[in-house]
């Protein structure tokens, strides 16, 4: 309860005055190498779970956005098969403050800033109405221990409702591709799946030979 007020109150006051320095720019080479293997990862999973389909043009919609550090994955691999794309990032949390008194925000600016038609969302899942073609969710919360460990109120804690609201602003024949953390968070997931009766192809554990994380990552694809 105690950690929930916390949470709740910095939460409440980082959204109120948006506090950051401005015009980050990553200058360390070590991280930027680093980032450079995320995108390549990025792109690798998309191209192992989603189904190409050309088209002129494409909606993408990408939940949990973070700070976008791998947009540049996700928006070439849908360039590559679409003449024109659209791609948005929606993040509910994105005025958290790193260390270096940057925001997420404003670090997102960077990752996407040579992107064209890139928009980076402040702001809710649940405000979102477009409809998209495909929609991407990387580590959602299905349970409620990493909500609160990256220091959410536990109010946010929706599973049901988000799921139920993705699919929703997803596109007749459209495809939506969510990757969890570790076997636990994928059991939930699956099961969250089931319970709202969403019809899925599980994919398993995803690997890349560009990066490999700690904890195994599990992918579910959902065509509508």
Partial sequence: MLEDLKNSIDFFIRNK???SRKNFVEKDEKKLLYNYLENLYTYDILE???KKMPADS????????????YAKGEY?????????ICLNGVELDAHR???NFYSRYETAKFYIKKLK??????????????TYNYIIWFLPFVTIEPLR?????????????LLSHA???????GQMLIVNQGHKEALAQKQLLEDLNIKYTEKGIVKSTFLEYKNDRYAFVIKK
């Avoid at 038609?117 to 477009?130: D, E, F, P, R």
């Avoid at 460990?149 to 409702?161: N, Q, S, T």
């Fill in 48 to 50: 192992q779970c989603i």
């Fill in 97 to 99: 403050l790193y260390s």
């Fill in 76 to 84: 070439h691999f849908f360039k590559s098969f679409n003449k024109n």
């Fill in 117 to 130: 038609n890139t928009n980076y969302i402040s702001g809710n899942l649940l405000s979102i109405k477009n």
């Fill in 167 to 173: 699919i929703s602003v997803l596109k007749d024949g």
């Fill in 58 to 69: 494409a909606k993408i919609l990408d939940i949990g956005s973070k700070n976008w550090f």
């Fill in 149 to 161: 460990y990256w220091g959410l109120p536990e109010k946010y804690f929706m599973p049901e409702k």
């Fill in 17 to 19: 005055t948006k506090f």
